[in-house]
């Protein structure tokens, strides 16, 4: 799996309905998390329910990461947290022997997570300010891509934000190993086709 669908949801209604128009597409699913703090909109900030027909990624858009990984991390097979909003160097040893994944808003340098980057598994790039379905593409974070794989090539690269057909080209091209859809994907009356445009971009570039 190349292409993980991303899941926002205001409450439970909202989310079963977005897990049932994605049966059958995708093994994985990147659950998007927000408090209303570090972003200004809130997703999965509810006593939510997850089907066990998928595996799930989390990615903690939250003022306190930590926190939800004691309360749901069991449920996820792993977590990305944002660099912001965690001690990295503490972060790091907090984690050591579970899989570690930071994601790196569009204007957060690379350098706050340079040093351990032989240390971590994967590392999320943002192409959109987080928090949203739809926010404008930014083109400009790829170029972090080369840089993380020079100093560790075996770090996993996910790109996430505006993935389109041809965003999703330009991802690719620039390293990426994996891509997060949105509404591209998500929201599709039929997923699974959109999907599979997406996944023309790891044969395509």
């Known amino acids: 799996m190349r292409i993980f669908p991303s899941v926002m949801a205001k409450d439970q209604q909202e989310l079963d309905a977005l897990l049932k128009n994605l049966k059958g597409v995708a093994t994985y ?3 998007d998390v927000a408090d209303g703090k570090f972003v200004p909109s809130t997703s999965l900030w509810f ?3 997850l089907s ?3 595996k799930y990624i989390a990615h903690l858009m939250v003022k306190d990461p930590l926190l939800w990984i004691k309360k749901h991390g069991r449920k996820i097979e792993f977590c990305i947290v944002q660099a912001e909003t965690v ?3 503490e972060y790091v040893k907090i984690m050591k022997g579970k899989k570690i994944a930071f994601a790196l808003n569009p204007e957060t340098s690379v350098k706050v997570i ?7 598994d994967y ?3 943002l192409t959109v300010q987080p928090g949203f379905y739809g926010s404008k593409y930014l083109s400009s974070p790829l170029k972090k891509i080369k840089e993380i794989k020079k100093v560790n090539p075996a770090v996993k690269v996910i790109v996430d934000g505006g993935m389109n057909p041809a965003t999703a ?3 690719v091209k620039a390293g990426a190993d994996y891509l997060v859809s949105g509404s591209f994907i998500t929201k599709a009356e039929k997923p699974k086709e959109r999907l599979k445009l997406l996944e023309k971009a790891f044969t395509s570039s």
């Open 87 to 89: 001690d990295v160097d």
């Open 29 to 31: 699913l990147h659950l």
């Open 114 to 120: 340079k040093k351990h980057l032989k240390e971590i």
């Open 169 to 171: 080209r330009a991802a």
């Open 52 to 54: 066990s027909k998928f």
């Open 123 to 125: 590392v999320l790039i």
């Open 47 to 49: 006593p939510f329910k």
